[in-house]
T-cell receptor, first 113, second 113 residues
Framework: KAGVTQTPRYLIKTRGQQVTLSCSPI?????VSWYQQTPGQGLQFLFE???????NKGNFPGRFSGRQFSNSRSEMNVSTLELGDSALYLC????????????FGPGTRLLVL | GENVEQHPSTLSVQEGDSAVIKCTYS??????FPWYKQELGKGPQLIID?????GEKKDQRIAVTLNKTAKHFSLHITETQPEDSAVYFC????????????FGSGTRLSIRP
């Protein structure tokens, strides 16, 4: 079974731009969660989607948004990029949610200049 | 809000010795406690988990203990090997699959040869 894939793996943007990251979950998984990982803050929860609906949201500004498609693939978007948005963005999929093993992708490393 | 504190942030042990990482959580409704290992350039991977109806769980060299009264849980790695070097994250999740997963800030474990 193929693992979680994320595209692109690396991205360089400038302040003020927007970015869209993509996550393809393991086949059959309906829950996709997004995390921001930085050296000082660890893994910060962004949001979780389940069956195309946002089920949970972390404490991030409205510039961070996401969606999930009918095939469970998910995208997250960050608008008006700031230097502090530079981070590794990880997505994780599971069959039903937080009570089960989260399978993480390799992440997208975003650098904002 | 929910919070998971993890200590220490860095840990260096001699190969063959034991390593212990401790976490405390704030939400008394938490009942699922997974541990993830993240190697360089990869996403986190589940190594062991425990649910609130169990006080201890062991899988070969890895064990996790849970004290619900004190709201803390610990990861124990015995007979450490060089491949145990990685960043370890504890996490806590509530009573349903729709609950959030809150991660600790991580522990960088280094095994000295």
């Amino acid at each position: 079974k193929a693992g979680v894939t994320q595209t692109p793996r690396y991205l360089i943007k400038t302040r003020g731009q927007q970015v869209t990251l993509s996550c393809s979950p393991i086949s059959g998984h309906r829950s996709v969660s997004w995390y921001q990982q930085t050296p000082g803050q660890g893994l910060q929860f962004l949001f979780e989607y389940f069956s195309e609906t946002q089920r949970n949201k972390g404490n991030f500004p409205g510039r961070f948004s996401g969606r999930q498609f009918s095939n469970s693939r998910s995208e997250m978007n960050v608008s008006t990029l700031e230097l502090g948005d530079s981070a590794l963005y990880l997505c994780a999929s599971s069959s039903a949610g937080s009570q089960e093993t989260q399978y993480f992708g390799p992440g997208t490393r975003l650098l904002v200049l | 809000g929910e919070n998971v504190e993890q200590h220490p942030s860095t840990l260096s042990v001699q190969e063959g010795d034991s390593a212990v990482i401790k976490c405390t959580y704030s939400d008394s409704a938490s009942n699922y406690f997974p541990w993830y290992k993240q190697e360089l350039g990869k996403g986190p991977q589940l190594i062991i988990d425990i649910r609130s109806n169990v006080g201890e769980k062991k899988d070969q060299r890895i064990a996790v203990t849970l004290n619900k009264t004190a709201k803390h849980f610990s990861l124990h790695i015995t007979e450490t090997q060089p491949e145990d070097s990685a960043v370890y994250f504890c996490a806590a999740s509530g009573y349903s699959s729709a609950s959030k997963i809150i991660f600790g800030s991580g522990t960088r474990l280094s095994i000295r040869p």
